[in-house]
Every structure is written in structure tokens, then in C-alpha cells.
Nanobody, 121 residues
Framework: QVQPVESGGGLVQAGGSLRLSCVASGRTFSGSRMNWFRQAPGKEREFIAAISWSGGTINYADSVKGRFTISRDNAKNTVYLQMNSLKPEDTAAYYC??????????????WGQGTQVTVSS
């Protein structure tokens, strides 16, 4: 299994929280920057957050800064996205990706299948 596998999506009310998880194979996870993107219906896939292998470099999109937190557990080959203070505009399919040529661009070699997040108002 080379593709990452996401989980943790669901339906939540505005102001609520969700934590997404992404498990990748050791071969792709080890030493790699991990990235989260999202895509809403009719919109382009957009960058959300990225974290380096060591966790020392973290980047967020302005739209989620202060509300979302990316982290990783290298022993479990897992990256997390803690999403707080969710808004209806956060509704989208969320994707984990690895081997991205540019952390902000959805140009990545391996993508998960996505997990749906729906925020009701």
C-alpha cells in the first residue's frame, strides 16, 4: 500500500472540531514532508497544511491558520490534522499527499482517497 489512507471526517456543527488522520506506508512516510489539501465541489484543490519529517517546519494556509494544527507521529507513520472552530466554508473533501514538488501545489506523487468533512451552520 503506497497511497496514504485518511480517516476521521464527518459531519460537525459550526464551531466544532474534528481530527483527521493519515497513515502512509513506511517507505513513503519515512523522511518525507506530509501535506494536507482540500477540495470543495466546483473548486480547485487547495493547500491546507504541511509538516516536515522532523516537525520543525510547518506551513498553513492563511484560511486555517490559528484554527488547524498539523502534527505527526513518525513511529506510527501517521500525520494528523486537528481542526477547531470549524466553519461551513471548511466543508470539503480532505486529502493527504506525499512527495509533493512544492508544498503549496497539489502536484504530488501519492494521494489518499480523501475523507469528507461537512460543517453545518
Amino acid at each position: 500500500q503506497v497511497q496514504p489512507v485518511e480517516s476521521g471526517g464527518g459531519l460537525v456543527q459550526a464551531g466544532g472540531s474534528l481530527r483527521l488522520s493519515c497513515v502512509a506506508s513506511g517507505r513513503t512516510f519515512s523522511g518525507s514532508r506530509m501535506n494536507w489539501f482540500r477540495q470543495a465541489p466546483g473548486k480547485e484543490r487547495e493547500f491546507i497544511a504541511a509538516i516536515s519529517w522532523s516537525g520543525g517546519t510547518i506551513n498553513y494556509a492563511d484560511s486555517v491558520k490559528g484554527r488547524f494544527t498539523i502534527s505527526r507521529d513518525n513511529a506510527k507513520n501517521t500525520v494528523y490534522l486537528q481542526m477547531n472552530s470549524l466553519k461551513p466554508e471548511d466543508t470539503a473533501a480532505y486529502y493527504c499527499a506525499v512527495y509533493c514538488s512544492d508544498y503549496k501545489r497539489p502536484s504530488c506523487d501519492y494521494w489518499g482517497q480523501g475523507t469528507q468533512v461537512t460543517v453545518s451552520s
